[in-house]
């Protein structure tokens, strides 16, 4: 298979750092040129399912301009400039919860919008976690920390109770990576 080409590009929006909206002309693999592909440009971000040292989940119930109500969410934020992905799930832990985690698993980083950008979400368990500050800076929304055991996240997941398909994703992959370890899921071998 092969990838598409981008032939031209120019910028028709530019907000702010959040947001910036390019035209691309793009060559498709059969040789088709389409004119005028919108492409949307926001901050790569990371999302962290933090696990504590008693073996909770640290989430948020928390609220979010685009949500019609409060939502449970794990830690996050945006890459600054420059900034690798780990480094910045490291400082959003600190800053927004006053923990620190002693092993990092990296769960993968995934394009948000496939066809139109929109960033990457690098999403990360964070294991033996545990609080060592106050937190450091008070986000624009409400939020009310919560530890939850493993079984509380699967049923809040399964009740749609994470609201944003990036929370929803890093909170099952951490689970399924917490329940693959302890040999509670097998996976085939030749499937890892």
Not at 106 to 114: E, H, K, Q, R, T
Request: proline share 5%.
């Amino acid at each position: 298979m092969q990838s598409w080409k981008t032939l031209a590009r120019s910028t028709i929006f530019d907000h702010s750092k959040y947001l910036r909206i390019e035209q691309h002309t793009i060559e498709l693999p059969g040789g088709r040129i389409i004119q005028d592909w919108p492409w949307i440009i926001t901050p790569d971000y990371v999302n962290i399912a933090v696990l504590t040292t008693e073996g909770m989940f640290l989430c948020f119930r928390q609220t979010k301009y685009a949500i019609p109500e409060t939502s449970l969410a794990p830690v996050g934020g945006y890459l600054e400039p420059g900034e690798e992905p780990l480094a910045t799930a490291r400082r959003e832990l600190q800053e927004e919860t006053g923990y620190q985690a002693s092993e990092w698993v990296n769960l993968g980083s995934y394009a948000v919008d496939g066809n139109r950008g929109a960033g990457v979400a690098h999403l990360f368990l964070a294991r033996d976690a545990r609080q060592l500050s106050d937190p450091h800076e008070a986000d624009l929304e409400e939020q009310e920390m919560l530890l939850l055991q493993p079984e509380q996240v699967v049923q809040a997941l399964s009740a749609g109770q994470f609201k944003v398909i990036a929370w929803a994703t890093v909170m099952a992959l951490a689970l399924l990576h917490t329940q693959t370890q302890a040999g509670k899921i097998v996976v085939p071998l030749g499937e890892r």
